[in-house]
């Protein structure tokens, strides 16, 4: 059975799609079939994106495809590692069904308060419909230095909520190689490819841990008492 991420946000342009795209790449470099989920009608970011690619003749070592139902993607991805679902900017029945059945939730955000604040009561929200907060965790994006990731960690993790190692810089670099189709691992500076890299690996390992630590729970015997006959 495929590990599932799932990526949402109340909003647009906080760095959802941008990190679900370089997750599958870093997911695929290691070797890992990978199946990448447009799931927003609207935007169609990833198909554009594997359609810049494909005008450039840059490989893209992983599945992309587009589905109206996360159901849908779910049922294409029955053969892959991972699934990637990358969700509509907005949070619906349909976004917390998924997030619900995720093995890890990653909320991309800014260092703004006007991002923090809304994107901490969506991570309330779910909890209010039966999600743990082992399943959730905060991605930092477009960050400016060290000094404002701190201040944005802190401000995360006094809400009780996880946050990815490391993350996103706001650096041109990144924006040339997005502009051109590639990733946030696939940029000219080796020293950008391996910083994106920490949050993205961070993101497999909790996925994936998760998965094993869920797979030995239910390998586990029930005690003799509970066992009904």
């Not at 290691?30 to 005008?55: E, F, I, N, S, Y």
């Not at 069904?97 to 995720?102: E, I, K, T």
């Not at 401000?155 to 051109?180: K, Q, S």
Request: with cysteine; aromatic share 4%.
């Amino acid at each position: 059975m495929a590990v599932v991420v799932a990526f949402l946000s109340q909003k647009g342009g906080v760095g959802k799609s941008t990190l679900a795209r370089s997750l599958g790449v870093v997911a695929a470099r290691l070797g890992l079939k990978v199946l990448l989920a447009d799931l927003d009608p609207q935007q169609r970011t990833l198909m554009r994106w594997l359609k810049t690619r494909a005008d450039l003749k840059l490989e893209t070592p992983l599945k992309v495809q587009a589905f109206d139902t996360p159901a849908a993607a779910l049922d294409e991805g029955e053969g892959a590692d991972l699934i990637i679902l990358d969700l509509p900017g907005q949070i619906s029945n349909v976004a917390t069904s998924v997030a619900r059945n995720a093995d890890l939730v990653v909320q991309p955000t800014s260092p703004s308060v006007d991002d923090l604040h809304p994107a901490v009561l969506v991570f309330q929200a779910l909890e209010r419909v039966g999600m743990g907060r082992d399943k959730l965790a905060f991605a930092l994006c477009r960050v400016l230095g060290e000094k404002e990731a701190d201040a944005t960690r802190d401000y995360l993790t006094r809400h009780g909520y996880g946050v990815l190692r490391g993350g996103i810089n706001e650096r041109l670099g990144y924006r040339d190689a997005l502009n051109l189709g590639r990733t946030l691992v696939e940029c000219k500076q080796a020293n950008l490819n391996n910083a994106a890299q920490v949050p993205l690996l961070d993101i497999l390992e909790r996925a994936l841990s998760r998965r094993l630590s869920d797979s030995k729970s239910e390998a586990k015997p029930q005690p003799a008492a509970a066992v009904k006959t």
